[in-house]
């Protein structure tokens, strides 16, 4: 009897690829189990495993690899009735399983993901992993603290419905509320794909009145007048004026992620372009752009010798608390030079640079998709491999428009 995990590319392929099946053969007899879908990139078909790169990573990898190990046990004890071998491996968990327990797997999985991202010094996905680790346990930690062990199987309408409400009664705000239903709707996707469970959508209609209207969130973007006067700061003291470059470097490199502005390598800049890849869960995008002069001038002045372009802590704890540290000095600033932003106001922030470089750029009527080839935004299905890049001319023409 053999078990193996194939992707089944004589069947039909979706925008998430082919299936994902364990095949059990034995005797001429064949029965398959689909755990999820995969693209033909994202399977390593010499070792029957998936790729980091399979937006599911997280998910499917702990199923592939406890079943795989439990598969192994039943085809070393020469079992030979298929249909037992099946129940044995993929008897259904989610019934009786309780929400907590399945997220602290999850949990578990990315952490041991983290971990091999750190000993790899691939600081980026272990700091985007970590990151997202923060979110899920705050999520589940909240849903726990309204009512503990709660099934998995019993996550409905009403109860995220009396979830919400105990929130908004105990002084919860509506973007409050929203984030730890969406983190919690993240977590229930995820289960629904890893047991292959009914969607029984229980979020259809939870998020009515919670949405943030557009008018509401333009106070979270600075305007091309408040860029140039960031531009042209003069601190009291020396040292401030990496907070400030270092935001406009961000916003200089198209509104790219601080982590990725963080952990720029010598290697990543190349006859005076920059490339980097925007991680974005277990997917990358990768980002080609010219430098503009005064990204370079940014650079020169703070790039030292070594692997990596800026000389700052590149362990976990060491981003975070130079994140934190700049979240302050941004809002410090503010204060000092009077920096008002549009709409209803709001504080600095490290994100606003990436909000306020794709809203200049609509103001500027850049077309959408070449706006996303510059700022790293990842297209769906088939537009990811069929349409064509604009040429580079084009969108660095673009780009120097928008810092202009």
Same mark, same amino acid.
């Given at each position: 009897?053999?078990?193996?995990? *194939?992707?089944?590319?004589?069947?039909?392929?979706?925008?998430?690829?082919?299936?994902?099946?364990?095949?059990?053969?034995?005797?001429?007899?064949?029965?398959?189990?689909?755990?999820?879908?995969?693209?033909?990139?994202?399977?390593?078909? @010499?070792?029957?495993?998936?790729?980091?790169?399979?937006?599911?990573? @997280?998910?499917?990898?702990?199923?592939?690899?406890?079943?795989?190990?439990?598969?192994?046990?039943?085809?070393?004890?020469?079992?030979?009735?298929?249909?037992?071998?099946?129940? +044995?491996?993929?008897?259904?968990?989610?019934?009786?399983?309780?929400? !907590?327990?399945?997220?602290?797997?999850?949990?578990?999985?990315?952490?041991?993901?983290?971990?091999?991202?750190?000993?790899?010094?691939?600081?980026?996905? /272990?700091?985007? !992993?970590?990151?997202?680790?923060?979110?899920?346990?705050?999520?589940? &930690?909240?849903?726990?603290?309204?009512?503990?062990?709660?099934?998995?199987?019993?996550? @409905?309408?009403?109860? +995220?419905?009396?979830?919400?409400?105990?929130?908004?009664?105990?002084?919860?705000?509506? &973007?409050?509320? &929203?984030?730890? +239903?969406?983190?919690?709707? /993240?977590?229930?996707?995820?289960?629904?794909?890893?047991?292959?469970?009914?969607?029984?959508?229980?979020?259809?209609?939870?998020?009515?009145?919670?949405?943030?209207?557009?008018?509401?969130?333009?106070?979270?973007?600075?305007?091309?007048?408040?860029?140039?006067?960031?531009?042209?700061?003069?601190?009291?003291?020396?040292?401030?004026?990496?907070?400030?470059?270092?935001?406009?470097?961000?916003?200089?490199?198209?509104?790219?992620?601080?982590?990725?502005?963080?952990?720029?390598?010598?290697?990543?800049?190349?006859?005076?372009?920059?490339?980097?890849?925007?991680?974005?869960?277990?997917?990358?995008?990768?980002?080609?752009? *010219?430098?503009?002069?005064?990204?370079?001038?940014?650079?020169?002045?703070?790039?030292?010798?070594?692997?990596?372009?800026?000389?700052?802590?590149?362990?976990?704890?060491?981003?975070?608390?130079?994140?934190?540290?700049?979240?302050?000095?941004?809002?410090?600033?503010?204060?000092?030079?009077?920096?008002?932003?549009?709409?209803?106001?709001?504080?600095?922030?490290?994100?606003?640079?990436?909000?306020?470089?794709?809203?200049?750029?609509?103001? +500027?009527?850049?077309?959408?998709?070449?706006?996303?080839?510059?700022?790293?935004?990842?297209?769906?299905?088939? @537009?990811?491999?069929?349409?064509?890049?604009?040429?580079?001319?084009?969108?660095? /023409?673009?780009?120097?428009?928008?810092?202009?």
């Amino acid at each position: 009897m053999t078990v193996n995990l *194939k992707l089944l590319t004589g069947e039909k392929d979706t925008a998430e690829g082919y299936p994902l099946s364990f095949v059990i053969s034995h005797q001429g007899k064949k029965k398959k189990y689909q755990v999820g879908r995969c693209k033909k990139e994202h399977f390593i078909a @010499d070792e029957g495993i998936i790729s980091r790169r399979h937006p599911d990573y @997280d998910i499917l990898y702990p199923i592939i690899s406890k079943i795989k190990i439990a598969a192994d046990k039943l085809v070393k004890s020469r079992e030979t009735d298929i249909e037992k071998v099946y129940r +044995l491996l993929f008897k259904q968990q989610s019934s009786v399983e309780t929400f !907590k327990e399945f997220c602290d797997g999850l949990i578990a999985s990315m952490e041991s993901a983290a971990e091999k991202f750190e000993k790899a010094k691939d600081y980026v996905n /272990a700091n985007k !992993k970590r990151g997202n680790i923060r979110v899920y346990k705050e999520g589940l &930690s909240q849903l726990e603290n309204f009512r503990s062990g709660v099934r998995l199987a019993d996550i @409905d309408y009403r109860l +995220l419905m009396e979830f919400r409400d105990h929130k908004f009664a105990i002084g919860n705000k509506k &973007s409050t509320v &929203s984030h730890y +239903l969406r983190t919690l709707r /993240a977590l229930y996707n995820k289960a629904v794909k890893t047991y292959g469970m009914d969607d029984k959508k229980p979020f259809e209609g939870v998020f009515k009145g919670l949405t943030v209207r557009g008018s509401q969130t333009r106070k979270k973007i600075a305007g091309a007048d408040t860029v140039r006067q960031i531009e042209n700061l003069v601190h009291d003291y020396e040292s401030m004026h990496r907070w400030t470059d270092l935001w406009l470097l961000q916003f200089y490199l198209g509104g790219a992620d601080l982590i990725n502005v963080y952990y720029l390598k010598h290697s990543d800049i190349k006859n005076g372009r920059v490339y980097f890849n925007r991680v974005k869960g277990n997917s990358a995008t990768m980002v080609d752009l *010219k430098l503009h002069p005064k990204a370079q001038a940014i650079i020169d002045k703070y790039a030292e010798p070594g692997e990596y372009l800026f000389p700052w802590r590149k362990d976990n704890e060491g981003y975070k608390t130079f994140r934190r540290a700049m979240g302050r000095k941004l809002v410090l600033i503010q204060k000092r030079h009077g920096i008002a932003l549009e709409g209803a106001g709001g504080n600095l922030g490290i994100k606003m640079a990436r909000h306020t470089f794709g809203n200049i750029a609509k103001q +500027l009527f850049i077309e959408e998709d070449l706006l996303r080839e510059l700022m790293g935004h990842e297209r769906d299905g088939v @537009d990811t491999y069929y349409k064509d890049r604009y040429p580079e001319a084009v969108r660095d /023409a673009a780009l120097f428009k928008v810092i202009g």
